[in-house]
């Protein structure tokens, strides 16, 4: 048994982490985001701490618009967009210029041969025409600030297209010109209900009828303010829509339908924006299954595709992933609107107790609280409901009481309850007039209510006045038409208030400069190389992470010496910069205790080493360590993301039950801790069957520094997988007793 090497994440903690060249991470509360203006720091890697915000108030409300390619010829497409760009210049209040090189006049407005022509610097141009990039090089000489180009044929057709849209790109970077497009549409340019109030939906979108759903939620009252369809994204991408909205006041939530990425970290570092600002961000992310997963040597690898990474960085910074439109739009609206619940739990109100316990199985299934109510609540309670009916949670009326005088009284006492922060009343089918007479007094308690009302209306038909005037008319009850749309919102909702109650941005604390560790590492790397084992721990030593005392020899009696300074039992293991997983090839010994055993394993090891033409460094006689959880924890590198962390179980179980969690750096204790509580193996952590408690805090410990290894190192190491890491009983550490490394 290993010696206690290892306290508490606490002065210790701090102490050995600063010795490494870090910082320890806390979760604390968020400090006000930077402003636009401030000058962004840059992490180690040089990469920036804070999202750049687009100035789009000009994109959204321009004073001045030109449409390139316009047309008033019937039949012709340019024809229909020309009216419709015209009709939205006079909404926003924006002066339209028509360009075309063979018309005097388009919709009775004069019209400019080129945009050299144009008689004022506008702000936003529209360009209808095939080819954009002629176009695009000419508003960027003339400084507007804006184009939209609808032209297809780019990224989306392949390798010619991509290169093309490169071109595009680079015809407006550094100028000050921002392109939305291209392959994009008029989404932006819809007409949007003025009439009503309240926090909006500000929606994005890269394919823009995904966004139709969302859109046509103003016809049930809810407001909003904003559409991008970002198209191709050769230059404006969904991350600056996030950012921007994120700081508009009157955005209550931003709605996203995401068909691919442009940039991991600039999508991160939006999303961090949000969350500093409170303001949710609800996603569908298509693309969840992925035919074409790549192979990885490490065992961190294999667990690591890219779909898990970007589920992962989501839930890290809080955007909220949903999986259909209907779920979009449903969430979308509940967060925009709801007000900041003032408790968890859950209360479901029924006039049918078979509809009370069937949505709450589903919610508690879904990780929603429904706290039982006291036994002084349940009484007031049992006033207007027969003391045979269950008023627990979920409670069940019966159905009479909800027809009259009683059925205002029931639901102000649920929601006077100080453990109640939504009440749930699905009403599977109308009823009249008991179900009209329950929707009105759920409006008007929740009109007096600082807390959430939500209704399932359940009835196919969608008609009923109950449904259409009563609910729907109502600015303060959520209305849904299915159980399962509303345990998603309710559970975002909720969750989401969790989290940004709490936040503090990862960025604020990750590292600016290199630290003493990452200078002994660089001299430990070999580029486009494996390390060997003996390597790999070496770079763990340099970022202070605990290996088993261990000796590299070359002969059977060193060997045998080196036995005698660990200390038997020993392992022997072959070590060698092409060597993988060595145990399939026969080539680690255990349990060694005698000098003979020692020689035998040597010949042994060599001689597999030999037939298998596999290159030695040497032969690794190791400290035995054998009381522990076995955890796997490495990097990989994510196309989108750069390095990513993993943890998980660890041993043979990596490969049977593939148990991991992932996290994109830079993030904090907190965050570590709950990769741990994602795991479904985590019970084993805490002592199971006579075991003693694992050593959680060293685990988090060693999850911090080799993120501090990723971030320092960034794509200069390709992989490193630690399997196992045996995590110790508690006061006790953890050990690193294998390492792969493979460099870049």
């Not at 929606?203 to 939620?217: A, M, N």
């Not at 205002?408 to 649920?414: M, N, T």
Request: proline share 6%; aromatic share 6%.
């Amino acid at each position: 048994m290993l010696g206690s090497t290892h306290g508490t994440l606490t002065t210790d903690f701090r102490a050995r982490v600063e010795a490494c060249g870090e910082s320890p991470r806390t979760a604390v509360h968020s400090s006000a985001a930077p402003s636009a203006d401030d000058a962004a720091p840059l992490d180690v890697s040089g990469r920036p701490l804070h999202a750049d915000v687009p100035d789009l108030d000009r994109f959204f409300r321009p004073e001045s618009v030109a449409v390139i390619g316009a047309s008033d010829t019937e039949g012709r497409p340019n024809t229909g967009i020309t009216r419709q760009l015209i009709a939205w210049a006079g909404r926003v209040g924006a002066r339209i210029h028509p360009v075309h090189p063979t018309r005097p006049t388009v919709f009775g407005l004069t019209c400019h041969a080129s945009v050299a022509d144009l008689p004022e610097q506008v702000d936003l141009a529209v360009l209808l025409v095939a080819d954009p990039l002629p176009v695009i090089e000419q508003l960027a000489a003339t400084k507007v600030k804006f184009a939209v180009a609808f032209a297809s044929g780019f990224a989306e057709t392949g390798e010619t297209g991509a290169a093309a849209q490169e071109r595009l790109g680079a015809a407006v970077r550094g100028s000050g010109l921002r392109l939305l497009g291209p392959n994009t549409n008029l989404n932006a340019f819809e007409e949007f209900r003025e009439d009503l109030d309240g926090p909006a939906i500000a929606l994005i979108t890269q394919s823009g009828h995904q966004g139709r759903p969302v859109y046509t939620l103003q016809e049930l009252g809810i407001r909003l303010s904003h559409w991008a369809p970002t198209g191709n994204e050769a230059d404006l991408e969904t991350s600056d829509f996030i950012s921007y909205f994120a700081e508009q006041p009157e955005v209550g939530a931003i709605a996203c339908y995401v068909e691919g990425l442009k940039d991991g970290r600039s999508f991160l570092l939006a999303a961090d924006r949000a969350a500093r600002n409170g303001v949710p961000v609800v996603a569908v992310k298509v693309g969840r299954t992925e035919t074409g997963a790549r192979m990885a040597a490490s065992h961190t690898g294999k667990l690591t595709g890219a779909d898990t990474v970007v589920d992962a960085a989501m839930r890290q910074f809080g955007v909220i992933r949903v999986d259909g439109l209907d779920e979009l739009q449903d969430t979308a609206a509940l967060l925009a609107r709801a007000r900041k619940p003032k408790a968890d739990g859950v209360v479901v109100y029924s006039i049918s107790g078979g509809t009370g316990a069937h949505f709450s199985d589903l919610a508690t299934e879904a990780g929603l609280t429904l706290p039982t109510l006291s036994q002084a609540k349940q009484d007031e309670l049992h006033q207007w409901i027969p003391g045979y009916l269950n008023v627990a949670n979920p409670v069940d009326n019966g159905g009479h009481p909800v027809g009259d005088w009683r059925g205002r009284k029931i639901i102000d006492a649920i929601l006077a309850d100080p453990s109640v922060g939504v009440l749930i009343c699905p009403i599977t089918g109308p009823f009249p007039p008991m179900s009209d007479r329950l929707a009105q007094d759920l409006v008007d308690a929740a009109e007096q209510s600082d807390k959430l009302v939500c209704v399932i209306w359940g009835s196919p038909v969608g008609t009923e006045d109950a449904y259409r005037t009563t609910l729907l008319g109502s600015s303060r009850v959520a209305t849904f038409r299915t159980f399962g749309n509303c345990i998603t919102a309710v559970r975002a909702y909720l969750g989401h208030h969790r989290f940004t109650s709490g936040y503090r941005s990862p960025f604020e604390d990750a590292p600016r400069t290199p630290s003493p560790s990452y200078r002994k590492a660089q001299a430990l790397m070999r580029p486009s190389q494996q390390l060997s084992e003996h390597a790999a721990k070496q770079l763990l030593r340099a970022y202070g992470i605990r290996v088993p005392r261990e000796q590299l020899v070359t002969s059977a009696a060193a060997a045998v010496r080196a036995a005698g300074l660990v200390g038997y039992p020993v392992v022997m293991k072959a070590s060698g910069p092409q060597l993988g997983h060595k145990t399939e090839l026969g080539l680690v010994k255990i349990g060694l205790t005698s000098a003979s055993q020692i020689r035998d394993a040597y010949r042994e090891l060599t001689d597999i080493a030999r037939y298998e033409n596999v290159p030695l460094d040497g032969i690794l006689v190791c400290q035995m360590v054998e009381r522990g959880v076995e955890m796997v924890v490495g990097v990989t590198q994510d196309d989108l993301f750069g390095p990513t962390v993993t943890v998980g179980l660890g041993g043979v179980l990596v490969e049977v039950l593939h148990d991991a969690a992932v996290r994109v750096p830079p993030f904090g204790e907190d965050q570590a801790r709950a990769m741990l509580r994602e795991l479904r193996g985590h019970a084993l952590l805490e002592g199971v069957r006579g075991a003693p408690p694992a050593d959680v805090d060293a685990l988090v410990e060693v999850v911090l520094r080799i993120q501090r290894m990723a971030l320092e190192l960034g794509d200069e190491l390709s992989e490193l997988d630690i399997n196992p890491l045996m995590v110790l009983p508690r006061g006790q550490g953890a050990v690193a007793l294998d390492a792969l490394a493979i460099c870049r």
